[in-house]
């Protein structure tokens, strides 16, 4: 069946260090894929997503592109800060099924 | 865009309460609600899926007797845990989406997540 698989954490990272989190997939179809980012004490928020191959998500400088050939969507950034600690989380939504990782939890020391 | 609203955010009670948890979405309509829970450190777990006007999914395990859920409107849909135990203190999120037909994936849109607290 269809499922999700992020890199495990703790990933504990000097600020303006680069940051990249990997997410594999296996689907049948055609997925979409989506970061999401939840901080202490909050719920989840949509960080990117791409719908199409090949499509490259990005916000907040944070980027992930949607790789069929390899099933990927990692996630990247140049230069983490202090506020990017959180817990990221790597999803495939398909028909109206969604598949959420485990979970990264990062966090940037000054 | 795509807010949702989910109240209370805290919620502290004494054991054989029932606590109810509202979810809406302010500026889209939701065709279909998720609950999921979260243990400390850990993913969501999905408990139940809501559409509109109909009973919901619950997924394997979870109780629908003691997590009694309703999606009255496109927009509204709360999560009742009954008759609550110290067991069933967690973090309890929903979220929404919008479902546009087959191949069209729309993110879910989280609340902010209930942490509910039972003495």
């Known amino acids: 069946g269809d499922s999700v698989t992020q890199m495990e954490g703790p990933v504990t990272l000097s600020e303006e260090a680069f940051l990249t989190i990997n997410c594999t997939y296996t689907a049948t179809g055609y997925p979409s894929l989506f970061w999401y980012v939840q901080y202490p004490g909050e719920g989840l928020q949509l960080l990117l997503k791409?719908?199409?191959?090949?499509d490259k998500g990005s916000n907040k400088g944070f980027e992930a592109t949607y790789r069929k050939e390899t099933t990927s969507f990692h996630l990247e950034k140049g230069s983490v800060q202090v506020s990017d600690s959180a817990v990221y989380f790597c999803a495939l939504g398909t028909g109206n099924q969604f598949y959420f990782g485990t979970g990264t939890s990062l966090t940037v020391i000054p | 865009g795509a807010v949702v609203s989910q109240h209370p955010s805290r919620v502290i009670c004494k054991s054989g309460t029932s606590v109810k948890i509202e979810c809406r979405s302010l500026?889209?309509?939701?065709?279909?609600m998720f609950w999921y829970r979260q243990f400390p450190k850990q993913s969501l777990m999905l408990m139940a899926t809501s559409n509109e006007g109909s009973k919901a999914t619950y997924e394997q395990g979870v109780e629908k007797d003691k997590f009694l859920i309703n999606h009255a409107s496109l927009t509204l849909s709360t999560l009742t845990v009954t008759s609550a135990h110290p067991e069933d203190s967690s973090f309890y999120i929903c979220s929404a989406t919008t479902f546009q037909g087959a191949g069209r994936n729309q993110p879910q849109h989280f609340g902010d997540g209930t942490r509910l607290s039972i003495l």
């Open positions: 791409a719908t199409k191959a090949d």
């Open positions: 500026d889209f309509q939701a065709t279909t």
